[in-house]
């Protein structure tokens, strides 16, 4: 499974990269907006510290608005995914930007015919939205386990990228669904290595190695 950090703060995405698993980066207008930069500038610092995809969304609803803002985005460096929103207009967009060559994600994606319309556009990824879905008690794993046999019925090469992910538990399901992607805040990122049975043996493994007097 691919990890992605979901996050545009620069600090953070250099911290977690430098741990050595990170695949690419998820934004979006709110995570851009709760960065406090302008889009241009801080999408283009996040493709300078990630060699993976760095999703960077488009805001306008029709299609050549939405051409003419991925024009623009996919000028910023060669790993930019284009984001588009799973809409008749994004999906024009996404079979556009696919066929030339552009990597997309197709986001805000809560059913599975979404799902395959959006592969069926040549979506690079598509962007199921776990915990928007939890938040309205509808089971959103089942949502990622339709997506993965719909996809290897026609063996779509369309990656399942679980996004909206709040919960060490998101990430598990997800993987244990099939997700390809997962693209998770860095707090649950730093969360997910986290099980008192392993602080707790540390701390005994230390206690009995200082009674050797030994050092390494
Ligand atoms: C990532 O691509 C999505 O935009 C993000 O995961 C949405 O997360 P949220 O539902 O917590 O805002």
Redesign the pocket.
Known sequence: MKF?V?TADVDEIREINSIGLLDGV???P??IMKSGRDIIEVTKEICSIVDGPV?A?VTALDYDGMMKEAATLGKIADNICI?LPLTMEGLKACKALTSDGHQT?V??CFSANQALLAAKAGATYV?P?I??LDDMAIDGMELIEDMRLIFDNYDFETQI?A????TVNHVKEAALAGADVA?I?PSTIKALVKHPLTDKGIEGFLADWAKTGQTI
């Open positions: 992605f979901d998820t934004t979006n709110s995570l999703s969304e984001k994600n986001t805000l962007s939205f915990g928007r990228l996004a909206s992910i709040r693209t805040p």
